[in-house]
T-cell receptor
Framework: QKEVEQNSGPLSVPEGAIASLNCTYS??????FFWYRQYSGKSPELIMF????GDKEDGRFTAQLNKASQYVSLLIRDSQPSDSATYLC?????????????FGAGTRLFVKA | GAVVSQHPSWVICKSGTSVKIECRSL??????MFWYRQFPKQSLMLMAT?????????EQGVEKDKFLINHASLTLSTLTVTSAHPEDSSFYIC???????????FGDGTRLSIL
């Protein structure tokens, strides 16, 4: 079992729709969770982080964390073509002392105009 | 805040050349810096983790004599690709973090092409 699992996609949504990106992780003791966006040919960019169960909203983005289910998701409201990118879920498992981050392989999102 | 600067952005050089890439945290002190490599359409691959003043910890399969990492200060880490060959051509990305359980912040990456 991979430490951080994401559906590779591609996930295709029409412009204006809600894009829902999902991620599961294997280490139940994980404390920190991150979402990064990576455009083709560019480096990853941090868009959200969440540490507590529940929802965290920032503009059009909402991160959701359910530690009991070992599940973290990212919702993008009013999706725009400029949101088309690969979204990386990342987790700091406790065995690294919080210093090492494990990345999922990413989900490719296409927003159709 | 949390800006990481990476230079150069592009390098094209002949086989056998050594190439140095710099990674700087501009507005925070980075306890830990990371070096990744990414081939086209593939996932990020962690090469090594470095802490200021300590030897880098390399991932399995990464040659430490080939990829020299120096983390001399809390704001600067360098990766030197020694005697580079065409198979070393890739996108190299550094990242830095301020403390445990903090997010990693990435530099813009260096595209290395070895002719």
């Amino acid at each position: 079992q991979k430490e951080v699992e994401q559906n590779s996609g591609p996930l295709s949504v029409p412009e204006g729709a809600i894009a829902s990106l999902n991620c599961t992780y294997s280490d139940r003791g994980s404390q920190s969770f991150f979402w990064y966006r990576q455009y083709s040919g560019k480096s990853p960019e941090l868009i959200m982080f969440i540490y507590s169960n529940g929802d965290k909203e920032d503009g059009r983005f909402t991160a959701q964390l359910n530690k009991a289910s070992q599940y973290v998701s990212l919702l993008i409201r009013d999706s725009q073509p400029s949101d088309s990118a690969t979204y990386l879920c990342a987790v700091n498992p406790p065995y690294t002392g919080g210093f090492k981050t494990i990345f999922g392989a990413g989900t490719r999102l296409f927003v159709k105009a | 805040g949390a800006v990481v600067s990476q230079h150069p952005s592009w390098v094209i050089c002949k086989s056998g050349t050594s190439v140095k890439i710099e990674c700087r945290s501009l507005d925070f002190q980075a306890t830990t810096m990371f070096w990744y490599r990414q081939f086209p359409k593939q996932s990020l691959m962690l090469m090594a983790t470095s802490n200021e003043g300590s030897k880098a910890t390399y991932e399995q399969g990464v040659e430490k004599d080939k990829f020299l990492i120096n983390h001399a200060s809390l704001t600067l880490s360098t990766l030197t690709v020694t005697s580079a060959h065409p198979e070393d051509s890739s996108f190299y990305i550094c990242s830095a973090k301020q403390g445990s359980n903090q997010p990693q912040h990435f530099g813009d990456g260096t595209r290395l092409s070895i002719l």
